[in-house]
């Protein structure tokens, strides 16, 4: 008998306004494994997280975490280790950087007092490449590339079993961009976390992924292990990884 | 043919919009129903609360007193120049401080503040909502209604009765500054004419109108901020649609109340 996923969706579907935009999704990312999910601007990409994380509601299907349907899921539990990176870094504007990273050390059950929150945030940047120095900014004064170290600092604060990467490229330069998805890769094999991110850079899809899921019409198009994506032999993969604008996909959606 | 139709289409669109505006209702009062409860469900963020107490209530005591100010003094300029048509100009001290304390102290306080608050409420929370902040808290394991809605909602709900008793006093005083001053008051003769006819049922509605008010001008920037559209677009519209809701209700509370206490 196999082990259940760490995270499954059996035939999920979502529709917005009478539109579906996912309809009958499957997949299925087992414990400390590693998936990206590929797709065009608004294939469904972010709400496919979001259904996962309840902060949207499927119409249909099944949503599991351990086995576990969503709904009988103890979600509080699951949250606390939990971790997330948001496309935009989603900081609080009115919180320093220590702050944001600390946040849920702060606010959790058992707060930590400010100085002992305070050096676990200055940890947790120094491990994702920042000073103590950058500790008392505001979320305003950083560079977007800091503002993701520091999302990323966050995401891993409480070393979360399972962490989302949003994508964690969007709006980096192509240094900058190779820079986070190898600190991504480094946090999710030392962690042992099982990791979706979602992206529509080929080389965050080459270093991140074990596995990638490619979303096209509401559903899977293909999956399959990284390493196959060039042989795989899928029409719509195949103009996806190479960025043709020719091809099954249409350019103009 | 063409009349059938367009009646149809017509009735439909009356229709909609009756709909439209009871699931609205329907939303609100979920809303304010599940930021009430919240209040008896732990946990509670006091640091956030005792921020709000400061940014609602604290800073909101310019507009409020200077609005209250200049609504005594020109009151009390109106009531005597009304009141001089029949021999009635002694009136001034105790209209100014009934209609200050009952009605302009708690309305124009709450209208002010509602502009100032609900406005900037709804801003930041709709920033929050488009800029994926709000995911943010679900996600480090906070609930949204309890970190940004209840402290604001509790902070105004708070802090209005103590800024309209602020209000009333500096709107008497106001008055005071202009009958003394300008029309030539006794100082000692208005001040008494305002205590002697001041009744305790007087301030117990200007303070129950203004907590009414502070809890509706809170919950209607957050509401509006919480279900913000995307983009700035979104999030001017929810600005507005606050402010004016904000508006329309505390003027319909103040009716509703005033009747009660009639």
Known sequence: ?253 | MFLPRFLALFLASIGRSAIGLLRGAGRLTLFALETVSHLFRPPWYPVEIGQQLLRIGYFSLPVVGLTALFTGGALALQIYAGGARFNAETVVPSIVAIGIVRELGPVLGGLMVAGRVSSSIAAEIGTMRVTEQIDALTTLSTNPMKYLVLPRVLAATLTMPLLVAISDVVGVFGGFLVGVERLGFNPAAYIRNTVDFLEPSDIISSLVKAAVFGFVLALMGCFHGYHSGRGAQGVGQATTNAVVSASILILAANYLLTEAFF
Request: hydrophobic share 45%.
């Open chain 1, 1 to 253: 008998m196999s082990a259940a996923a760490k995270i499954e969706l059996r035939d999920v579907w979502k529709s917005f306004d009478g539109k579906p935009v996912l309809a009958g999704v499957d997949l299925k990312v087992m414990t400390g494994e590693s998936l990206v999910i590929i797709g065009g601007s608004g294939t469904g990409k972010s709400v496919t997280l979001k259904c996962i994380l309840g902060i949207l509601h499927h119409d249909r299907g099944d949503v599991l975490i351990d086995g576990v349907p969503i709904g009988r899921l103890d979600r509080r539990g699951f949250l606390r280790h939990f971790g997330m990176l948001f496309q935009g870094g989603a900081l609080f504007d009115s919180l320093t950087v220590w702050q944001n990273v600390a946040f849920r050390r702060r606010h959790g059950r058992k707060p930590l007092p400010r100085r002992e929150a305070r050096d676990l945030a200055i940890e947790k940047l120094r491990r994702v490449g920042l000073g103590p120095e950058t500790a008392d900014l505001y979320p305003a004064e950083l560079s977007g590339g800091m503002q993701k170290r520091v999302g990323l600092a966050r995401a891993i604060a409480t070393d979360p079993q399972v962490i989302f990467f949003d994508e964690p490229t969007a709006g980096l330069d192509p240094i900058m961009a190779s820079v986070i998805n190898d600190l991504i890769r480094e946090l999710v094999s030392e962690m042992g976390a099982t990791a979706i991110t979602i992206t529509h850079d080929m080389t965050t899809v080459r270093t991140v992924a074990d596995h990638v899921a490619m979303l096209h019409g509401g559903k899977v198009r293909w999956a399959g292990l990284v390493g196959e994506i060039d042989t795989a032999g899928d029409p719509y993969l195949d103009q996806f990884i190479h960025g043709r604008a020719e091809g099954p996909i249409e350019a103009v959606r």
